[in-house]
Nanobody
Framework: VQLQASGGGSVQSGGSLRLSCVAS????????MGWFRQAPGKEREFVAG????????RYANSVKGRFTISRDNAKNTIYLQLNNLKPEDTAVYYC??????????????????WGKGTQVTVSS
C-alpha cells in the first residue's frame, strides 16, 4: 500500500488549500484514513480522521470549523479542505491509514501506512 499526498503550497493568512491523498494497493473502506501534521521543532499531531463508513469525522480542536475532511471510497482518496488558514497551521501534512478507529487515530495509535508529506506554509 502506498499513500500519495499532494496539494500543499504557500498562502497568506485567511487563505485556503485543498490536500489530497490517494491510496494505492489494498486499502478498503475498513481502513480509517486521516491527516497529521508536523511543524518545525514540534511533534507530529493529529489533524483529522475519517472512517470508511458513515461515522462522523474527527478533528483536532485547533482545526474544528476551519478544516473539512472527506473521502471518496471509489477513488481510494481522502481530501482535506483547509480554510481560514493561520500561520500556526504551517507544517508538513501527512496522510495515514490504519484498520482502527478515528478515536484511536486521534489518541496516538500506530498507523499501518504513512504517505510522504506535503508542505503547507501560511504567511501573515
Amino acid at each position: 500500500v502506498q499513500l500519495q499526498a499532494s496539494g500543499g503550497g504557500s498562502v497568506q493568512s485567511g487563505g485556503s488549500l485543498r490536500l489530497s491523498c490517494v491510496a494505492s494497493g489494498s486499502i478498503t473502506n475498513r481502513y480509517v484514513m486521516g491527516w497529521f501534521r508536523q511543524a518545525p521543532g514540534k511533534e507530529r499531531e493529529f489533524v483529522a480522521g475519517i472512517a470508511g463508513s458513515t461515522e462522523t469525522p474527527r478533528y483536532a480542536n485547533s482545526v474544528k470549523g476551519r478544516f473539512t475532511i472527506s473521502r471518496d471510497n471509489a477513488k481510494n482518496t481522502i481530501y482535506l479542505q483547509l480554510n481560514n488558514l493561520k500561520p500556526e497551521d504551517t507544517a508538513v501534512y501527512y496522510c495515514a491509514a490504519d484498520r482502527t478507529t478515528t478515536q484511536h487515530m486521534e489518541f496516538g495509535a500506530p498507523m499501518d501506512y504513512w504517505g510522504k508529506g506535503t508542505q503547507v506554509t501560511v504567511s501573515s
